[in-house]
């Protein structure tokens, strides 16, 4: 994907760009919010500006993949870039030049109600937990919208009243089973079906916002589990 | 929709790993741990009613050589039939395409965990004599392991002592991935002493994946790249660090010596394999003099000394009581 995102061909550079921004707008727009602590019109406006800045000062081509992962350079990059902008006397009108993105901010912000960024964290820490928490939310949303295409129905419906839950709030099988009238090894195998797949639609994203193979499976060998943050 | 919570976050990240064997004879547990190929379960064989570990590749593999390196590590583990070595039971692929097997489960801990509670040296040297009998027999076989150190050792509740982690191993005669393909050419390689490597002119190759091993553990000669050519002497290497780690800062002299001659930089100035290795340390045990070291007059007195303590004993007894008996008898 970062192949594109250096490609000459202006074409090709915004299409990349939108990719980039697709996946990143999440983490980038709560990071700017909860750590930055800006107000929700100019945490959009500066993670537009940003994304349009990742291609405009060629940013992308300074990534050095043997120092940082792809994900700690957009964090690194983007706390330079916040710095910047405030130090500017004013904030110039951003994105007026061939380049927009559209960053889908919708609902975001009903999301991070209540959200605060814990103040002892490092930056790195929170940025990674955000990015991680894009990743599934855009999975679970996109496994929603196949499930309800596919009608299948109660496969989303136990999936959410289970694996969305709380633990104080998760149901065991059995009153899932009774529920649904279903049988209890029915409900354990449309779960783990919902959850093949919410993996599958998972590798996928990650997959977008990598750079390259390696960096894929070593993303992805931490992406999963619950040993650490 | 909500925001996903750190709760609801960290148990889709869980459940989303969580492998679902085919067919009903495996019963999936809690992670037992990870590793650099993926995560190790406890899991319940049904069919045979026993517990047993089971090692699922965090991705399919991108590659044929990814899923060799799986499938290799299970056929060692199939090929070295040990009790020093864990057996594997099952192989096999998930819907998604992960590949796992599942072996025995082995109940204990890390050698440098165990050795905690084992404060006496003659003890623990014997838990080290079974490790190289282990490393021995696997050099036999052909089979290097090329990443001994104290956390791929297990001892069990029972004291035995289990080689883990195959998954660098080196196969004798097998070619491995980037290796030179170079024809095997007399005089190239380093001939002194051990198994014949498998050939192959000894290049620096330091292309990355060349480099296999633990730094601080592996051998001098692995960690410059050259893992393609090493031979039982590498294992040596490694050997001796663990004796190092096993036998405090300040060991007797003889054993110090020992230690030095495993942990050798140059392969030919170490034991040429694991048994001599532990021919040393029984050597060490029963005070009979050991080959790493050159001891002096006296030394050599006095350890004879000390090995014929009880002897040497009840000579110097039996003569007090005849040169008692003899005074008396002359009164
Ligand atoms: N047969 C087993 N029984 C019990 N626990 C095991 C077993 N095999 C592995 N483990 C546990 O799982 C962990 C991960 O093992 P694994 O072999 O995947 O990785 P590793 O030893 O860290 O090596 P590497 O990263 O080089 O692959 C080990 O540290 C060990 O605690």
């Known amino acids: 994907m970062l192949e594109a995102v250096r490609a000459t061909d202006p074409e090709i550079r915004r299409r990349a760009l939108e990719r980039l921004a697709a996946a990143y707008w999440r983490p980038v727009y709560t990071y700017l919010r909860l750590h930055w602590r800006e107000p929700e019109e100019e945490a959009r406006d500066l993670a537009q500006g940003f994304f349009v800045a990742l291609i405009e000062r060629d940013l992308a081509a300074r990534w050095d993949p043997s120092r940082a992962r792809f994900r700690t350079w957009v964090r690194t990059c983007l706390d330079s870039f916040v710095a910047d902008e405030r130090r500017a006397a004013g904030r110039r009108k951003r994105g007026g030049g061939a380049v927009h993105v559209p960053l889908e901010a919708e609902g975001i912000e009903d999301e991070l109600a209540g959200a605060i960024a814990p103040s002892t964290e490092d930056p790195d820490t929170f940025f990674r937990r955000e990015w991680i928490r894009g990743l599934f939310t855009g999975s679970v949303r996109a496994l929603r919208d196949e499930l309800r295409a596919a009608g299948r129905e109660t496969r989303l419906r136990l999936f959410e009243r289970y694996d969305l839950a709380d633990e104080a709030d998760r149901p065991t099988y059995a009153r899932l089973a009774t529920e649904e009238s279903l049988d209890i090894a029915k409900v354990g195998n449309e779960l783990y079906a919902a959850r093949a797949r919410l993996r599958a639609l998972v590798l996928e994203r990650l997959r977008e916002c990598t750079s390259d193979e390696a960096e894929y499976r070593a993303e992805a060998r931490e992406l999963f589990g619950t040993d650490e943050p | ?331």
Request: proline share 6%; with cysteine.
């Open chain 2, 1 to 331: 929709m909500n925001r996903l919570s750190d709760e609801a976050l960290a148990h889709l990240r869980d459940v989303t790993e969580r492998p679902e064997l085919p067919g009903d004879r495996y019963e999936i547990h809690e992670r037992l741990g990870r590793g650099g190929m993926g995560t190790v379960w406890r899991a319940t064989d049904r069919e045979l009613a026993r517990d047993v570990a089971v090692k699922v590749m965090t991705l399919p593999a991108a590659s044929d050589r990814e899923r060799g390196r799986l499938q290799r590590e299970a056929h060692i583990l199939a090929r070295l039939e040990h009790p020093g070595i864990v057996p594997i039971h099952d192989i096999g692929q998930l819907a998604d395409g992960r590949l796992w097997y599942a072996m025995k489960l082995v109940r204990g801990v890390a050698l440098d965990r165990a050795v905690e509670s084992v404060s006496a040296l003659p003890a623990r040297l014997r838990l080290f004599l079974r490790l190289c009998e282990t490393v021995e027999f696997a050099h036999v076989q052909g089979v290097i392991h090329r990443d001994l150190k104290p956390a791929n050792v297990m001892v069990g509740p029972f004291g035995e002592v289990l080689v883990m982690d195959w998954g660098v191993a080196k196969v004798l005669g097998e070619p491995e991935e980037g290796e030179p393909a170079a024809p095997p050419s007399a005089g190239a390689a380093d001939a002194s002493g051990g198994a014949a490597t498998d050939g192959g002119a000894a290049t620096d190759s330091t292309s990355p994946g060349t480099v296999l091993g633990t730094p601080g553990w592996m051998a001098p000669e692995q960690a410059a790249g050259r893992a393609h050519t090493v031979d039982p002497r590498a294992d040596v290497f490694g050997l001796g660090r663990i004796l190092h780690a096993l036998v405090g800062s300040e060991p007797p002299r003889r054993l110090a010596a020992i230690v030095a001659r495993a942990e050798a930089s140059r392969p030919e100035d170490r034991y040429g394999t694991a048994s001599e290795l532990a021919a040393d340390i029984d050597r060490f045990l029963s005070g009979t003099a050991v080959s790493a070291y050159r001891e002096g007059a006296l030394e050599k007195l006095g350890r004879l000394v000390e090995r014929h303590r009880v002897a040497i004993l009840l000579l110097l007894a039996y003569v007090v009581m005849r040169s008692l008996l003899f005074l008396w008898g002359d009164r």
